[in-house]
C-alpha cells in the first residue's frame, strides 16, 4: 500500500504514517543490530521502501 492509502484505511494523517513508519524501521534495526543480521536488515529496507 502506498502512503494515501494507508492514511484512508487508517482514517490517519501522512504525518502520522510517516512516523510509525520510523518508528517501526528503527525498532527492526534495533532487533538486527542485536542478533548481527545486517545482511537481513538491508533486504528488508529495500523491499520496505518499495
Known sequence: MDTQEIC??????????????????????LIFKEKDISLYTAFLL???LQ
Open 8 to 29: 484512508e484505511t487508517l482514517g490517519t494523517t501522512v504525518s502520522n504514517v510517516y512516523y510509525a513508519r520510523s518508528k517501526s524501521l528503527s525498532a527492526l534495526r
Open 46 to 48: 529495500c523491499q520496505f
